[in-house]
């Protein structure tokens, strides 16, 4: 069954279509943003290799010519170099500004297709197609576009919102078990941050999701957008509630800058671990139970998803270089370290003014040296 839900975002609203088969009527989905029968899709070359054909056929069916720019799938490809290569090739092709790009991967090409879109020309209109838990959970959705620099992920980026997001949830059973858990991560996260029962249902729900079962794959995919979208309608800038979503991500984040963004961790994974450190961290400072941070690392790692430093294939980790990529965070304002935290789970909240030596103390009891 299909469901549509809508970000009402004024002149920037869109729909998000969610459910499976979508891939094969992509071709119409689209035509009401076409001014000509023209699209680049921009993807990579596993999920070209997967599912391209369909993608292509659909847009055979409405008469849409595609230019397809591939590329090397992986974290590395959200990079200034790939960023040149795609606004490079628009240009070639002598795209307008009033053609269409359509991000037809996971979050990696979302997020780089989406900031080529951007900056096209001065903003050209795109359509996400995503192929990932992850992402149809929650990258595709929001605007948030960006590439990555060695200083640290999503430096460089831009808000642009898609005219329309694409989530078939078909194209899930192509993807490997580890990108499937990763995505699971962030689903976890909506359920801690804002809603209990989700998250009480997801307990319940966790093998049900992971291997794809369609009904709970669906409400899981469902539920995540829907509460994306709510707090994206309220705060798209990320002025305040926004920052909500980045639950799990100061750590994460400064995790993943550490292990040199490559199979070691990937995204969803980083925010695993991050969530298990947030309520570990909240606990810590005595806002949340000692027991609400057990149950939520048990749920982590009931989906295998790293939950301690020391499940990582990693050497160790220092703390002052942890605390000063935790210093570089999107979120601090003025060098002041900033953590999304919760009082219990279901209810998170930003903490600004983190004290370094409390932030230290903690890493350390978490094995960090
Ligand atoms: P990804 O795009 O690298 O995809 C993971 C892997 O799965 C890749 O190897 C890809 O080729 C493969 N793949 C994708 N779809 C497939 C399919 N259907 N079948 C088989 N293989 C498939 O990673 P991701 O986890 O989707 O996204 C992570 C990125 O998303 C990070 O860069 C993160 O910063 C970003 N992100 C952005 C936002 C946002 O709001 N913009 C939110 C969360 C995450
Ligand atoms: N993934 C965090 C956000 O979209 O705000």
């Known amino acids: ?133 992850l992402a149809q959970v929650d990258s595709s959705v929001g605007g948030k576009t960006a590439i990555d620099t060695p200083r640290g992920k999503n430096l460089i980026g831009a808000f642009h919102q898609p005219k329309r997001v694409l989530a078939d949830t078909d194209l899930l059973s192509s993807l490997p078990d580890r990108e499937v858990r990763a995505g699971f991560a962030e689903v976890i996260k909506y359920g801690l941050l804002g809603d209990r029962d989700f998250f009480d249902w997801l307990e319940v729900h966790t093998q049900a999701v992971l291997s794809r079962d369609p009904e709970a794959l669906a409400r899981a995919v469902a539920r995540s957008v829907e509460m994306k979208a709510e707090i994206v309608v309220e705060d798209e800038k990320e002025a305040g509630r926004r920052a909500l979503l980045n639950l799990g991500h100061t750590f994460g984040h400064a995790l993943e800058v550490e292990c040199g963004f490559g199979e070691t961790l990937r995204h969803g994974e980083a925010v695993a671990l991050g969530c298990a450190m947030a309520f570990r961290f909240s606990a ?86």
């Open 1 to 133: 069954m299909t469901r549509t839900l809508h970000v009402s975002l004024g002149e920037r609203a869109y729909d998000v279509v969610i459910g499976p088969g979508i891939l094969a009527r992509a071709g119409a989905e689209i035509l009401p943003f076409l001014k000509r029968r023209r699209v680049a899709i921009v993807t990579d070359e596993t999920v070209w290799a997967a599912h391209g054909d369909t993608l292509q056929a659909a847009m055979s069916a409405e008469g849409i010519s595609t230019d397809i720019i591939r590329l090397p799938p992986g974290e590395e490809t959200k990079s200034f170099a790939s960023l040149e290569e795609v606004s490079d090739r628009l240009l070639a092709l002598e795209l307008d500004r009033g053609d269409l790009i359509l991000a037809f991967g996971g979050g990696v090409i979302g997020d780089l297709a989406g900031f080529a879109a951007a900056i096209y020309k001065r903003g050209a209109d795109f359509v996400q197609i995503p192929t990932t838990l």
């Open 284 to 369: 810590h400072l005595g806002l949340c139970s000692g027991q609400d941070a057990h149950r939520v690392e048990a749920a982590i790692a009931g989906a295998g998803l790293p939950t301690r430093l020391a499940d990582l294939d990693h050497p160790g980790f220092s703390t002052p270089a942890l605390v000063r990529q935790m210093g570089q965070d999107k979120k601090a304002e003025g060098g002041r370290l900033t953590f999304i935290l919760a009082r219990a789970i279901g209810d998170a909240m930003v903490v600004r003014d983190v004290n370094p030596e409390t932030l230290t103390q903690f890493l350390k009891t978490e094995g960090a040296t």
